[in-house]
């Protein structure tokens, strides 16, 4: 508690403009700080650009309130910007199994770890009424989530928020925060310009730790990289959003086994997902500690993309794209302040589920900031790192 009680922060520096510094610099300035962010490559570039694109429940307790928040928050921005919108409703997600018996033992899984989302099986024969598009035989779980949105539209809606609340935006040059005397006074960006702050958030996604922490003393975070394919389905685009039903497992499949994978020449892993809006539909995806070889890994995604619904053998690609979730060594995101260093703050570490909870943790780091409100436990900053990815 004590480290927080002596915030009092009105001139910040936001490193990144991705969806959470793009949110925070929003949420900061609007409650009446001077805030700069500072973006290397362009808004959106990494991960908050090039996404699937679906809000939706992340499976886990301690994020499932940062979901329910952002969607409110998500609703606000809407009608604040205009510049997107998200349904009244959600669209479902589908898990798709080629087994009866397996898809009636993960309903029930389900049922039971996550109630709220309301598990159903869906024989073969209603699924093939409610999405026709699909390849027939499978069984799907329907969860009652997902809300489908253009990929990079969320970001590029909270950038516009911030821009309107006054916040400096500046694209073009990778930034450092400052540190004197263990307190963070700034940000040098690559030219040698100072921006002096008196607080610094570092919100770089997978590379928050390196700005963190240059000695790698803290490194708990670690990019993961994803690649997908954008498509026009037109009329064979599914209603849901739809993923093959093993998400849990190759989310944590780990590192060495899919290097092994790489190095014998096997294909790497790749877990199908398919989310739609805005007239487009993006197919995913990798979930892998290196980057891919885009061109082979995008052919494997239509290949095994066509298995789940025939149409994507012809759709048009219109856009292929790799980015690196930031993914962190528990699965929550790191939010607060940095260990170490008074005036250094950071919003990082959100894996598979930044737009889903990303503007809730840029709220809880806001607070931080300007408050001194500690952040919940489960996510604090501060936490001890654990050494290896938890399992299961
Ligand atoms: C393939 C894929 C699909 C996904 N699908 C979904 C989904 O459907 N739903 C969901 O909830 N989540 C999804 N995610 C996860 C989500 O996209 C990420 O968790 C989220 O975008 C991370 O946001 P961020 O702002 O922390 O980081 P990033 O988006 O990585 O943004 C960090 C920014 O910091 C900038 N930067 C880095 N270093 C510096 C520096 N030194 N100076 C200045 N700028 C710097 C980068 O250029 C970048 O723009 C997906 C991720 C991937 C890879």
């Not at 699937?52 to 979901?67: K, N, R």
């Not at 498509?231 to 599914?238: F, K, M, N, Q």
């Amino acid at each position: 508690m004590a480290r927080y009680a002596r915030a009092v922060r009105t001139e910040i520096v936001v490193i990144g403009g991705g969806i959470i510094g793009c949110a925070a610099a929003a949420m900061l300035a609007t409650r009446g700080a001077r805030v700069t962010l500072v973006e290397g490559v362009a808004i959106g570039a990494g991960a908050s650009g090039r996404n699937l694109g679906a809000i939706q429940h992340p499976f886990d307790p301690e994020l499932a309130p940062l979901y329910r928040e952002s969607l409110t928050r998500y609703r606000a921005l809407v009608d604040a910007t205009g510049e997107f919108s998200v349904g009244d409703a959600p669209a479902g997600l589908l898990l798709l199994n080629r087994s009866e018996e397996a898809a009636a033992e993960q309903v029930l899984r389900q049922r039971d770890a996550v109630p709220e989302l309301d598990a159903r099986l869906i024989a073969p024969d209603e699924l093939a009424r409610i999405e026709p598009s699909l390849a027939p035989g499978f069984t799907a779980i329907r969860l009652e989530t997902g809300f489908p949105v253009p990929p990079a539209s969320a970001t590029g809606a909270w950038a516009a928020l911030a821009h309107e609340r006054g916040v400096v935006i500046e694209i073009g040059q990778a930034a450092q925060p400052t540190i004197e005397n263990g307190a963070a006074v700034g940000v040098e960006l690559a030219d040698g310009t100072r921006i002096a702050a008196d607080a610094v958030l570092v919100a770089a996604g997978p590379w928050t730790p390196k700005l963190v922490d240059p000695t790698g003393g803290w490194s708990p975070i670690h990019p993961t990289w994803g690649v997908t394919v954008q498509l026009r389905l037109d009329g064979a685009a599914p209603a849901h959003i739809v993923e093959e039903d093993e998400v849990d497992a190759i989310n944590r499949s780990d590192a060495a086994t899919a290097r092994a994978a790489a190095a014998a020449g096997d294909e790497p892993p790749t877990l199908f997902s398919l989310a739609s809006a805005g007239g487009l539909s993006t197919l995913g995806s990798t979930f892998l500690p290196y980057e891919p070889e885009p061109a082979a890994t995008v052919a494997l995604l239509l290949r095994r993309g066509a298995e789940f619904l025939p149409a994507i053998g012809q759709a048009e690609v219109v856009e292929r794209r790799m980015c690196a979730r930031p993914q962190s060594v528990d699965g929550r995101p790191f939010i607060g302040r940095a260990p170490g260093v008074d005036g250094l703050f950071v919003c990082a570490g959100h894996g598979p589920w930044g737009i889903s909870t990303g503007p809730a943790s840029a709220a809880i780091v806001a607070r931080a900031i300007l408050d001194g409100t500690p952040p919940p436990p489960a996510l604090d900053a501060g936490r001890p790192v654990p050494t290896e990815p938890s399992p299961g």
